[in-house]
């Protein structure tokens, strides 16, 4: 089934797929860089750690939160529409955060990030799986899209934090509105349009409904950094979540244009995919979140030093983003699912081990190396697994769909990590932990795709496309 938005062999793929990677490079470079802006932000508004991680937890559940919806919105008014928005509001709440006089300010400048970010995500990875052409074409463009996501790594932490130190936190928000809004530029002049579909209504009560549900259940199970405490209305709030999750589905399967396609689901593979999925970004989170600290607190380097001793992550997951494409043509994707997988634990696991005798090489760059290029190898592929298979005309909402597991790990994962790495005593005692607690959680998305109920046969999960 063709697209409105399908494109004839005349298109150039490289332009609109570096249109792509930069503006995904926008989320990884603002969510790997948290990590080094959060200590610099801490001193200037004195707030605890937990009332901190809300910088990184409250947006990525707005993301979460939204993520279906700015899908569906770009299956019904076009994926070009809904980024250039996207984009706009996204720069306006970076705009807001780089002036804030304070913390919650700076907060409400992160949510409209968030939600600006939550609109133009789906609709941006989706042009992938809809204007490029499956094959030799498509995997290279995700070898590129890669690549482009660890170059990110590699120019965001370091120049991020040379900011921190040298001009201050509130320069790198200020640098994030001004490149959003150059991107918007390139988008409106490189991305293919799309007619409006017709026919198709927005479904105003499942999106009501998936919001409420998912903002219950992760803050039921977060707390909400600090937010909701006590076990009885944790419980109440997750149960309310779970009700409103299953009135959502129930909601689906009466819409005459639901706002996710159930269909998607009944996919080979997609199922476990969707589970090592969000183990997987709740277990890399601790690679974005947790080096920045063990530099910062442990090696007492400053935020520019924190800055350039992420780039053996970023160096990792650039060879390896670039070498997707290549896996994909010659692999089966439950192998390379795999083999990501077992890459990122042994880096977590690897990095439980520090110590100050260590030093930067044993504590960060090995492990780093490890772990970066087993996180974004994973999630490459279990993107591919989920969205592959899809009808164009529903890539947006299943984009979302594989997006919001991503967020919705990270989300739970920057809070866990956050309060296991940031309790008081040793510094790498308790980071240690908290690097041991993501390689579990990282098993269990292993576990997900190895177990038996995976069928087997052609299916997204065993060819190699």
């Known amino acids: 089934m063709k697209s409105s938005e399908d494109t004839s062999g005349s298109v150039n793929y490289l332009p609109l797929t570096l249109v792509v990677g ?54 019904i008014f076009g994926r070009r529409t809904s980024v250039s928005v996207g984009l706009a509001i996204a720069a306006s709440g970076s705009l807001i955060a780089g002036f804030a006089p304070s913390f919650a300010v700076l907060l409400l400048g992160r949510l409209i990030f968030g939600l600006g970010a939550a609109i133009m995500i789906p609709a941006n990875f989706s042009i992938i799986t809809t204007a490029i052409p499956d094959g030799p074409p498509r995997h290279r463009a995700f070898g590129v899209f890669g690549m482009v996501q660890g170059l990110s790594l590699l120019v965001g932490p370091g120049l991020e934090g040379w900011l921190a130190t040298h001009l201050g936190w509130r320069s790198a928000f200020l640098l994030t509105a001004l490149l959003m809004a150059t991107l918007l530029l390139f988008v409106r002049l490189i991305f293919p349009g799309g007619r409006p579909a017709v026919g198709q209504r927005f479904d105003f009560a499942g999106a009501a409904l998936v919001v409420a549900a998912l903002v219950a259940l992760v803050t039921a199970i977060s707390g909400g950094s600090g937010l909701v405490e006590g076990a009885v209305p944790r419980l109440i709030l997750g149960g309310t979540g779970l009700v409103l999750a299953m009135l959502f589905i129930r909601s689906q399967r009466r819409a005459n244009s639901p706002l996710l396609p159930l269909d998607a689901f009944s996919y080979s593979g997609v199922k476990p995919a969707i589970i090592a999925m969000m183990a997987a970004m709740a277990a890399s989170s601790a690679l974005f ?9 442990g090696m007492h380097w400053s935020a520019a030093q924190a800055g350039l001793g992420m780039l053996p992550h970023a160096l990792s997951a650039t060879v390896m983003g670039q070498l997707t494409g290549w896996f994909m043509g010659r692999f089966a994707l439950s192998r390379n699912v795999q083999i990501g997988l077992a890459l990122l634990i042994g880096g977590l696991f690897a990095n439980g081990f520090m110590s100050a005798g260590h030093g930067y090489p044993g504590n960060v760059m090995l492990p780093m190396l490890l772990g970066a290029a087993g996180s974004i190898f994973t999630v490459m592929m279990l993107t591919a697994v989920i969205v592959g298979p899809q009808p164009s005309h529903q890539q947006g909402a299943v984009s979302a769909l594989a997006f919001t597991c991503q967020q919705l790990g990270i989300a739970l994962g920057s809070v866990m ?23 579990g959680i990282a098993l269990c998305g292993l576990l997900a795709v190895l177990w038996p109920f995976v069928p087997d046969g052609d299916s997204p999960m065993q060819s190699s496309k």
């Open 22 to 75: 930069g503006v995904q490079m926008m989320m990884t470079v603002d969510l790997v860089a948290m990590g080094v802006l959060l200590p610099s932000i801490g001193q200037d508004f004195a707030v605890s750690a937990i009332t901190l991680s809300r910088l990184v937890s409250f947006p990525a559940l707005v993301i979460a939160s939204m993520m279906l919806i700015g899908g569906r919105l770009a299956d």
């Open 289 to 297: 979140i947790l080096p920045g600290m063990v530099m910062q607190r």
């Open 417 to 439: 990590v956050l309060a296991i790495g940031g309790s008081g005593g040793d510094p790498f005692v308790s980071l240690n932990r908290a690097f041991w607690a993501a390689a």
